[in-house]
């Protein structure tokens, strides 16, 4: 049947996609509002606001909520991310009124019990420390904090324990009230669920849900690049070397994803065979593009051992350099028969089929149907690919590094290597 799609008279969307191999349902409550939208002193409040979400309401407790969904066998859980924070479950079909209420409970009656607060916090606390802990978690943070410097974009969005610390429940009421709108939120259900009935179910709950969020959109992003080195007494060193990638809109975004398969998607990529396989520089490399409503930001992700630092980061380089100059149509189509699989796949799960729909709506206001966007890989050429790979590669880069990184080549020695630089400033050696 496709995508179902409505929406109610205070602007609230509402999907569904019947997945007649399913005997369950995904669903959930999409809002485009997360870390970015956070103000200078609300650092990680979009985080928090997601961890108190299911500590109690006017009409359920903490207890109450985990075990009114438990008690029909379900499962409830929420997420935020850089531009959207989510709440979504998954049930038996007959269960889907009872975790709609849950789910808008959450929205319009969550009580932010001081109690409650103080315990959540410090848990996010532990949460910080922990991924302070993890070198291969902090470096991530420290790139895009490198890459968009003062800029929410690029700040961690569990905050910093100063600001986890300072947050009351009366902001986290005016946080939810200033960025939770009907006009920035998307309800949706994928596997074994009928539209009329669930849009009916969301009406009753939802459909008196304020019409608008009453806050400015976020800045635009500005990626600045740069270098970051933390000295660390560890056995292995992570570094992350990233560039300007492409927003979600643009005509560039989906060549950007395959263009990082062909260059660390998998085991038979470039960078998996020379970097790991060929010359066991290291025991792990990908590539990653993340695109956002307004910008993007490329990368290389590997991780190595001290000794090998100074000869991993020139192989990297000249495989980026090598990609503006020619890439293969096996290349080509291995990295469309890939991300076509990921697509497949995805599909098959209720839960990543709604929480597809989910973004879509949010990002391109419609749901993408899946032959739209394999014809979009279809049109992929190598030429469009070596082209997009020599303008990718000649925005500033930014270096993130935490570990044994003495050996690391100057971040100014990198730069001139790169495909953009004069051949003559080329002076790292492969």
């Not at 062909?262 to 593009?289: N, P, W």
């Not at 090998?308 to 020619?326: C, F, G, N, Y």
């Not at 189509?333 to 076509?340: F, G, K, M, P, V």
């Not at 990002?363 to 020599?390: H, K, Q, W, Y």
């Amino acid at each position: 049947m496709g995508v179902e799609v409505s929406r109610l008279s205070n602007g609230l969307t509402v999907a569904t996609e019947t997945l007649s191999h399913i005997e369950s349902v995904a669903l959930g409550v999409w809002v485009k509002s997360g870390s970015r939208n956070e103000r200078e002193d609300e650092h990680g409040i979009a985080h928090l606001l997601e961890h108190m979400a299911f500590k109690g309401t006017a009409r359920r407790s903490a207890w109450q909520i985990a075990s009114e969904i438990e008690n029909v066998g379900g499962e409830i859980n929420a997420a935020t991310s850089v531009e959207t924070t989510s709440f979504y479950a998954r049930v038996l079909s007959e269960d889907v009124p009872l975790a709609i209420d849950i789910l808008a409970d959450i929205l319009t009656e969550s009580r932010f019990d001081p109690e409650e607060l103080e315990r959540e916090q410090h848990v996010i606390l532990q949460e910080i420390g922990a991924a302070h802990d993890t070198p291969d978690d902090i470096v991530f943070d420290r790139f895009t904090e490198t890459a968009f410097r003062h800029q929410t974009l690029g700040r961690s969005i569990l905050g910093t324990p100063e600001t986890v610390k300072s947050f009351t429940s009366q902001q986290l009421r005016s946080f939810m009230d200033r960025q939770y709108g009907a006009d920035r939120m998307v309800v949706v259900a994928a596997g074994d669920i009928k539209h009329d009935a669930f849009v009916r179910e969301v009406e009753k709950r939802l459909g008196s849900f304020r019409a608008k969020a009453d806050s400015a959109i976020p800045q635009y992003a500005n990626y600045v690049g740069g270098d970051y080195r933390e000295n660390r007494d560890l056995m292995d060193a992570q570094i992350v070397l990233g560039f300007e990638g492409r927003a979600y809109h643009v005509r560039d975004f989906y060549a950007s994803q395959v263009l990082s398969m062909i260059l660390g998607g998998g085991m038979s990529s470039r960078l998996f065979q020379e970097v790991r396989e060929k010359r066991g520089l290291c025991y792990s490399v990908y590539a990653f593009h993340w695109g956002f409503s307004d910008t993007g930001i490329f990368g290389i992700h590997a991780a190595t051992g001290q000794s090998d630092i100074s000869k991993l980061v020139p192989v990297i380089v000249s495989e980026l350099q090598k990609t503006s100059e020619t890439i293969t149509m096996e290349e080509l189509n291995r990295a469309r028969a890939q991300y076509r699989a990921g697509l497949v796949m995805s599909a098959e799960s209720a839960a990543s089929r709604a929480s597809q729909i989910a973004r879509q709506l949010l990002l391109f206001g419609r749901p993408i149907p899946m032959a739209e966007l394999v014809e979009r890989l279809s049109n992929l050429t190598i030429e469009r690919l070596t082209d997009l790979s020599s303008r990718l590669f000649s925005t500033k880069p930014t270096v993130a590094a935490v570990g044994p990184v003495g050996a690391l080549a100057a971040y100014e020695a990198i730069r001139d290597a790169l495909p953009n630089a004069d051949p003559a400033l080329r002076k790292l050696a492969v």
